[in-house]
């Protein structure tokens, strides 16, 4: 058995003396792990990095095998990480929580997609965290965890000072409709329902409501245990240097 097709690569451990296995979010096969030969090599380890973009060729003689894999680079955008902590810690916390939360072999193209996208922006370091942000509300929804912030949950469409986040249903609540709960609800700002910039006391409030809804939906349903570090080492940084 055999396909073809493009990813990003999530992760590379050594196999053996000469040989890595790799961890590749493909566009049409989804996570799919195998045997790059001579993958540690001089002329291989550039190419093999977190991040990178590829152009895989698997194969295996019964599809339940781990495989092998030939590659060949379709992009270096990630290497850009490597020149700026803050990038590379984001780099390190799409990666890691791509691995976290997708099974094995089940496509998620539109995910795919995004994540390309955001990898794309290492280069734009005052623009990647609130384009972060919006990567993990989008990988909230594709999971099936995703916020509803239309309308506010208590008065409707007609309200339209939308201010909290229920941390139970993942909707959103006028500063009107919260009343006596807001001290129960997250703060919501304005980043997350509308296109443009943030600072970074808005940046703190957004990541506070994806990593609650990440560490408490997310990750106790699809994984059983904690988030992966690299997501709150980068969100650290994040509010460092704001």
């Not at 623009?127 to 916020?147: I, R």
């Not at 560490?215 to 080492?233: C, N, S, T, V």
């Amino acid at each position: 058995m055999d396909w073809r097709d493009q990813g990003i690569l999530l992760s590379v451990r050594p196999h053996g003396e000469t040989s890595a296995i790799i961890d590749v979010l493909t566009r049409s096969h989804g996570r799919h792990a195998g045997v790059v030969r001579g993958g540690v090599s001089r002329r291989m380890t550039p190419i093999l990095q977190p991040g990178a973009e590829l152009d895989v060729t698997w194969r295996a003689r019964l599809e339940a095998h781990i495989g092998s894999f030939t590659v060949e680079p379709l992009s270096t955008s990630a290497a850009l990480a490597m020149e700026d902590r803050l990038m590379l810690a984001g780099l390190n916390a799409v990666t890691s929580l791509l691995r976290f939360s997708l099974p094995e072999r089940e496509a998620h193209p539109a995910l795919y997609e995004k994540s390309r996208a955001l990898l794309d922006m290492l280069d734009r370091p005052e623009h990647w965290p609130l384009a972060y942000l919006h990567w993990e509300l989008a990988l909230l929804e594709e999971l099936g965890f995703g916020l509803d912030l239309r309308e506010c949950a208590v008065l409707g469409r007609g309200a339209n000072d939308l201010s909290y986040v229920s941390p139970k249903s993942g909707r959103a609540v006028s500063r009107k409709g919260a009343g006596e709960w807001a001290d129960k609800l997250l703060p919501l700002p304005r980043c997350l329902i509308e296109i443009g910039a943030a600072d970074a006391g808005e940046l703190a409030k957004g990541f506070a409501i994806t990593g609650h809804f990440l560490a408490h939906h997310m990750a106790p349903e699809i994984a059983g245990k904690p988030l992966p570090d690299a997501r709150q080492r980068f969100v650290g940084l994040v509010a460092r240097r704001g």
